[in-house]
C-alpha cells in the first residue's frame, strides 16, 4: 500500500523568508501524481500545486516550488517570500496514475503545521 | 461558479445515533469522494462514486454507507456513532476518475 510520510509536524518562518517543507513517499508505481494542499482554519482544503511523476522538470505556482527526487522518492514543498496568509496546515498528497479497483483515492500525510512570525 | 458545498457545518450527535451529510458537487462534475479527517491527522478516504455507481471504499466499516443522486450530489451515512466517528468529513469532487478533486469545507461531526 503507498504511504505518505511528513516527519515534520510544525515549522515556522519569518515573514518574507523562504521555508521549506519535506514529504517521502513510498510506492511501487511508477506513474503517479503528487500534490501539496494547504488546509487554512477555515478547513477549506486548497491545492497548492501538483508533481507529474513522469516530468523531470519541477513544478513552480508563483511563490511555490517543489523539489521532486522520484529515485529518492521525495517531495519538497518551498515557499519563498512566507506571507501571513501562508499560515495553514500543509498536507502532501499521492495519487496513482492508474485507479485502484476502479476509484480515484488521495493518499494523505499527517501535514505540517506552518506559522508565519510577522 | 460555486464550489463543492455541504451541509451541515456542524452536528452534534450521541453514541449509538445514525448520521447524514450532505455533498452537491461542483456543476457538471460526476465524481464524488468522502474522506475522514480526525483532529491532528491527515484526510482518510472512505468512498468514491463516479456516475451513481460506488467505485472505491476505503478500510472503513459497514456502519459507513452513501449514495450518490442523479445530480451527482450525494449523502454519507453513518450508523450507530462511536466516539471514534468524530472528525472533519470531507467531500471532493472531479469531473471524471481521472481528473482533479475539489475539496469541500467539510462537516465538523462531533459524537458525545
Known amino acids: 500500500a503507498q504511504t505518505v510520510t511528513q516527519s515534520q509536524p510544525e515549522m515556522s518562518v519569518q515573514e518574507a523568508e523562504t521555508v521549506t517543507l519535506s514529504c517521502t513517499y513510498d510506492t511501487s508505481e511508477s506513474d503517479y501524481y503528487l500534490f501539496w494542499y494547504k488546509q487554512p482554519p477555515s478547513r477549506q482544503m486548497i491545492l497548492v500545486i501538483r508533481?507529474?511523476?513522469?516530468?523531470?522538470q519541477n513544478a513552480t505556482e508563483n511563490r511555490f516550488s517543489v523539489n521532486f527526487q522520484k529515485a529518492a522518492k521525495s517531495f519538497s514543498l518551498k515557499i519563498s517570500d512566507s506571507q501571513l496568509g501562508d499560515a495553514a496546515m500543509y498536507f502532501c498528497a499521492y495519487r496513482r496514475q492508474k485507479l485502484i479497483q476502479g476509484a480515484q483515492k488521495l493518499v494523505f500525510g499527517q501535514g505540517t503545521r506552518l506559522t508565519i512570525n510577522p | 461558479d460555486a464550489g463543492v458545498t455541504q451541509s451541515p457545518t456542524h452536528l452534534i450527535k450521541t453514541r449509538g445515533q445514525q448520521v447524514t451529510l450532505r455533498c452537491s458537487p461542483i456543476s457538471g462534475h460526476k465524481s464524488v469522494s468522502w474522506y475522514q479527517q480526525v483532529l491532528g491527522q491527515g484526510p482518510q478516504f472512505i468512498f468514491q462514486y463516479y456516475e451513481k455507481e460506488e467505485r472505491g471504499r476505503g478500510n472503513f466499516p459497514d456502519r459507513f454507507s452513501a449514495r450518490q443522486f442523479p445530480n451527482y450530489s450525494s449523502e454519507l451515512n453513518v450508523n450507530a456513532l462511536l466516539l471514534g466517528d468524530s472528525a472533519l468529513y470531507l467531500c471532493?469532487?472531479?469531473?471524471?476518475?481521472?481528473?482533479?478533486?475539489?475539496f469541500g469545507p467539510g462537516t465538523r461531526l462531533t459524537v458525545l
Open positions: 508533481q507529474e511523476a513522469y516530468k523531470q
Open positions: 471532493a469532487s472531479s469531473s471524471t476518475l481521472y481528473n482533479e478533486q475539489f
